[in-house]
């Protein structure tokens, strides 16, 4: 009740050629069928009398068509559980292609050709995701075959890092000997020369004794380094981290290369201590020295 169809134009006897009314027979719902010519619907005790179609009818053809559609649809959403890289769609386009080539069901024609265009850009995807997981898994290998081989290297020792400050033989200083309200310092001098490229002093609470390197070749190792200002020229004021003994034999091919020869000292020998004052050691500055020290 309430249902319209649609029936071939040709079919139908439209009247006005004088003839009488068509004579409408009622069928019950589920007893119309069609001849496998396509003739007018007939009832089922007609069609059984008929014989079988020659051919199959165009709904029990539609009816297959839904049914490898169906199929096809479950093939794909069990593929679709799967891992990206581990689905397989072309046994599933192989199924579809004959029903993209067949012409008698436009509309499974058009479903077959969407469904294998959408898949193969699935397999395309696929196949893109591989090859980066292959690219990651190959420049993996490299980094660690590369780390292996640089481990392999062995860095060539450097030479070892020069931090000392100057060279020399320590001697006494006859102007910083520690009385009179006078630092106690030494000097450090040239070999040979005597002259005073420096002047250490050593921390009250140090065990070194610069004594105990009297005429040896030595390199002092300093925690601070400043300038004197009572003396002429200026020079180094070191204090001793370290006093180390250096090779005697080297000491004139060091000093030469390393010590350059120092400024000349212009001395007062009217304010310096006549008896104390040892060779090469510079002048105080008179305008910073106390009378009573010069002439101790």
Do not use: C, H
């Not at 014989?51 to 169906?70: H, S």
């Not at 593929?79 to 004959?98: H, M, V, W």
């Not at 000491?251 to 001395?267: D, I, Q, T």
């Amino acid at each position: 009740a309430g249902a319209a169809l649609w029936i071939k134009a040709d079919l139908v006897d439209r009247g006005g050629r004088g003839e009488s009314e068509p004579k409408i027979e009622k069928v019950k719902p589920g007893e119309l069928a069609l001849s496998g010519a396509g003739m007018p619907a007939t009832r089922p005790a007609d069609a059984a009398k008929a014989g079988p179609p020659d051919k199959i009818t165009p709904q029990v053809e539609a009816k297959q068509t839904q049914m490898d559609i169906n199929a096809i649809e479950a093939l794909i959403s069990a593929e679709a559980t799967k891992p990206l890289n581990e689905r397989s769609y072309e046994p599933i386009i192989a199924k579809l292609k004959p029903l993209a080539e067949q012409a008698g069901d436009p509309v499974g024609k058009t479903y077959a050709e969407t469904r294998i265009r959408q898949l193969q850009e699935e397999i395309q995807l696929a196949q893109a995701v591989r090859q980066i997981r292959e690219m990651k898994e190959k420049a993996i290998m490299d980094a660690d075959q590369i780390a292996q081989e640089r481990m392999k290297i062995k860095a060539e020792p450097g030479a070892p890092m020069d931090d000392i400050a100057i060279r020399g033989e320590v001697q006494v200083s006859g102007l910083y000997d520690g009385s009179a309200g006078r630092p106690k310092r030494w000097r450090v001098v040239s070999p040979g020369e005597r002259r005073t490229l420096a002047y250490i002093e050593v921390p009250e609470s140090s065990p070194i004794d610069p004594v105990l390197f009297y005429g040896k070749y030595v390199g002092i190792r300093a925690s601070t380094r400043r300038m004197t200002e009572n003396t002429t020229p200026p020079l180094p004021l070191l204090t001793v981290q370290e006093i180390v003994v250096l090779d005697p034999l080297a000491r004139k091919a060091a000093f030469a290369s390393e010590n350059p020869p120092a400024v000349p000292v212009s001395e007062n020998e009217s304010s310096q201590p006549a008896t104390e004052m040892t060779p090469a050691e510079p002048a105080p500055a008179a305008s910073t020295q106390p009378a009573a020290a010069e002439n101790n």
